[in-house]
């Protein structure tokens, strides 16, 4: 059964030209990481960094301990740094148009200070890297405004559906956004050793637009089964895509939401079929 939230229809920017708009709201949400780097207990799988979308699209940390614990969080339309109380209150904000890293980073510290946290742990190194911007050599955010409403349309649709998936299924995970790669994904435990990765990334090196993916593991050998809908990928990982130009097609919210629905469930079920 299909959610009753009103679907968020997108296409009002091509697709494709979405990737620097993608890069810089990568780069931001490094930002509000170094949270749960500095302030959670390191857990095995990295879930210590990884995100909530809330309903106010936006995504947020893990809770983290203080004298008056807070929640670090990204709002992508418009592109602005929170820090949230227990509740999902907004106790400050940083619109980062104009800003550089450096200076969204003294302004994260002030804000952990203010929380009562110890501000000299804070951190931004990570052990992992990502794609390169000039946001690294102290260029300035410039978001784009459709641009940034576009991807938070795109994080937001896959939210509802993959929070659906989730929900229907108690094997799978809850739903997260992994910084590493920027994607929302659930994982599903099919059996000992098997699982499928069900998810929207924003855009790669595998694809420069947005697209959803159902990848399962350990990676099958072809032949794959047909799909109604998308592609199956076999270039450095395994699963079957359905780009955001094919989502484009459908001209209403009520048919992209049908197709994403439909390619999901589909994408699924031929993964838990394959050997």
């Known amino acids: 059964m299909h959610t009753t939230v009103p679907w968020p229809l997108v296409g009002n920017l091509d697709p494709a030209g979405l990737v620097d708009t993608r890069l810089q709201a990568h780069h931001a949400v490094q930002l509000i990481v170094s949270l749960g780097i500095s302030f959670l207990p390191p857990a095995a799988d990295d ?6 979308w809330l309903p106010g699209r936006a995504l947020a940390t893990h809770p ?32 980062l148009a104009g800003r550089t890293l450096a200076q969204a980073l003294r302004w994260l ?11 000299d742990r804070l951190t931004d190194r990570k052990h992992y890297a990502i794609p390169a ?47 590493h790669h920027f994607d929302l994904a659930t994982l599903i435990t099919v059996a000992p050793g ?30 794959f089964p047909e799909l109604r809908s998308g592609l199956w990928h076999s270039t450095g990982w395994v699963g079957a895509v359905l780009p955001a130009s094919h989502i484009c097609r459908g001209k209403t919210s009520e048919s992209q939401q049908e197709m994403i629905h439909s390619f999901l ?11």
């Open 64 to 95: 983290i301990p203080a004298a008056s614990p807070f929640r670090g969080a990204l709002r992508l339309d418009p592109l602005i740094l929170m820090m949230l109380d227990e509740s999902g209150d907004v106790l400050d904000e940083y619109r």
């Open 133 to 179: 911007h000039p946001l690294s050599d102290g260029g300035r955010f410039q978001p784009d405004e459709v641009g940034c409403r576009e991807l938070s349309a795109y994080y937001h649709g896959a939210s509802l559906v993959l929070n659906e998936i989730a929900a229907r299924r108690p094997e799978a995970s809850a739903v997260r956004c992994w910084p």
């Open 194 to 223: 098997k699982t499928i990765g069900a998810g929207l990334s924003p855009g790669d090196d595998s694809y420069a637009e947005p697209y959803y993916y159902v990848s399962p593991y350990p990676y099958p050998h072809a032949p």
């Open 265 to 275: 469930g589909d994408a699924i079920a031929a993964c838990e079929s394959l050997r």
């Open 47 to 52: 879930s210590h960094t990884n995100l909530e």
């Open 109 to 119: 510290k002030e804000a952990v200070r203010a929380s009562g946290a110890p501000a």
